[in-house]
């Protein structure tokens, strides 16, 4: 019999896991998904302007595709069916949900209209239908991303862009009429520490260099001659590579463009400014010491009317399963949960890695399954279906998955790749043809 295996999310932890299992046979896999559907932040949070890296989707469909995998969208795992239900179905559970919430920035005046955690703001401008109605007001002319990684940027990049520049994107309606109609001019991304511990990759830096209407803007004073301290030759040279971007970027004229991006080291926000609204953001200046920021007591404020915090994100428990509360993840041994309980990508490690970072979580949770798995003994998918038939919960198959992708890049306005459905509703509505 073979080993019967439930895979709670179908991002790309969920998908690595189950190409992993599969390459060994004698498996049948299920993926669950609490979206009618699948790929987790490839669809939506890496940016709608970065089609390339969504190609990967392609791949992943061919293995839900496989004769021994099953997709089970809008399925969502607590609510339509227990994990402990799913325990007693399956000889191995994979936890592989994600860290889907904003962390935040922890100080006053962070509750105002106008503060949009990134995992929110990201998801509204990519369809997510969790934060479909988000709605910010983007009636404004600055705004504060916090955070010196690569979700900066994209976040900087899109709200920046203009019309024409997101032609071959996949924003939806919504956020593009929303976002080309803001009279936005100055964006503003803001780190604790300085340029050398930023986290972005080179690539997306020097994207901010290429837009139309933005030039981007550094204090010349906040870059230092050479990469100082203790990284590894890769860091380093990275490092190195993205402070030759800045430098680049130091040297231009902010009247060269109508529009831009600034970058703000050595500055640690202390309190959101304004009434109801968003006003403004008050920073204090740092010092790194060894590597961490130390407030000087110094503050300036930054006037704007958006603040994006994009600080990091985190997990939240699955009922029946074990939570470290402080670190935001299932704890486990290197993807070993419990008996039969297994975790994988960002739910496991954190939010941290591009996408082929959970390539290793796939394999490892696979490995031991095998290793403490020999043989199947719990009947998984009939019994499944049979429960979330009870429930009349309405799942939707990979086949339905391949209806709502062709409705969404037959609809779509060439160049755009796709018109994406934002709604479960209306996915859901094209499933039944209506
Ligand atoms: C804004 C942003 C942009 C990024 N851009 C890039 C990029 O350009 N390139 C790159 O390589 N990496 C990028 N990354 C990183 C990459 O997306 C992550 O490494 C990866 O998606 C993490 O995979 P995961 O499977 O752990 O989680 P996720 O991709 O979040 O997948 C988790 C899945 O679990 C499902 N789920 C959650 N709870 C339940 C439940 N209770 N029941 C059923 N299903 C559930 C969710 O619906 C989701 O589909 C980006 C990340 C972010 C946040």
Redesign the pocket.
Same mark, same amino acid.
């Given at each position: 019999m073979p080993v019967t295996v439930a895979i709670? %999310? @179908? %991002?790309? #932890?969920?998908?690595y896991t189950a190409d992993a299992l599969l390459k060994d046979g004698n498996v049948e896999v299920d993926i +669950? &998904?609490?979206?009618p559907t699948?790929? *987790?932040? +490839?669809r $939506? *949070? =890496? #940016?709608p302007d970065?089609q390339t /890296?969504k190609k990967i989707q392609q791949k992943f469909e061919q293995t839900a595709l496989d004769d021994n995998v099953c997709y089970f969208g809008n !399925?969502?795992? *607590?609510?339509d069916v227990t994990l402990d239900e799913l325990r007693g179905m399956y000889d191995a559970v994979v936890l $592989?949900? %994600?860290?889907?919430f904003d962390r935040k920035m922890g100080i006053p005046g962070e509750d105002k209209k106008g503060v949009h955690g @990134? $995992?929110a703001f990201?998801g509204w401008y990519n369809a997510h239908p969790d934060f479909r109605h988000l709605d910010p007001d983007l009636n404004v002319k600055a705004a504060a991303i916090v955070g010196v990684g690569? =979700?900066a940027i &994209?976040i900087a990049r899109v709200l920046i862009k203009t019309a024409a520049e997101m032609a071959d994107s996949d924003l939806p309606d919504y956020a593009a009429a929303t976002i080309h109609a803001s009279p936005l001019t100055d964006v503003y991304i803001i780190g604790r520490r300085g340029p050398i511990e930023a986290k972005f990759t080179n690539v997306?830096l020097r994207e901010l260099g290429k837009l139309e209407t933005a030039v981007p803007q550094v204090d010349p004073t906040q870059l230092p001659d050479g990469v100082e301290g203790d990284w590894d030759d890769r860091d380093r040279r990275l490092k190195e590579r993205n402070l030759a971007t800045l430098k680049e970027f130091a040297a231009r004229r902010r009247d060269e463009l109508p529009k831009a991006v600034h970058f703000l080291f050595y500055a640690s926000p202390v309190e959101v400014l304004g009434g109801d609204r968003v006003e403004g953001l008050r920073v204090e200046r740092t010092r790194v010491e060894g590597n961490r920021a130390v407030g000087t007591g110094e503050t300036f404020d930054i006037p704007c009317g958006l603040v994006i915090p994009a600080v990091g994100?985190r997990s939240v428990p699955?009922p029946g399963a074990p939570f470290d509360a402080q670190a935001c993840i299932v704890p486990n041994q290197d993807g070993r949960v419990a008996p039969g309980l297994y975790v $994988?990508?960002?739910?496991?490690r954190g939010? /941290?890695? !591009? +996408? #082929? @970072?959970?390539r290793p &979580?796939g394999v490892a949770a696979a490995a031991h399954i095998r290793q403490d798995i020999a043989a199947g003994n719990k009947p998984g998918r009939v019994a499944l279906q049979a429960i979330l038939g009870q429930r009349q919960v309405r799942i939707t198959s990979i086949a339905d998955w391949q209806k709502i992708r062709a409705m969404e890049e037959g609809t779509a306005l060439p160049p755009a790749p796709r018109r994406k459905l934002s709604s479960i509703r209306d996915m859901l509505a094209v499933l039944d043809g209506s």
């Open positions: 709670v %999310g @179908s %991002g790309p #932890a969920g998908f +669950i &998904d609490r979206l699948p790929f *987790g932040l +490839i $939506a *949070g =890496v #940016a970065h /890296t !399925v969502e795992v *607590g609510r $592989a949900v %994600g860290a889907p @990134s $995992a990201v690569n =979700v &994209d997306e994100y699955v $994988a990508g960002w739910v496991k939010p /941290t890695g !591009v +996408i #082929a @970072s959970n &979580d």
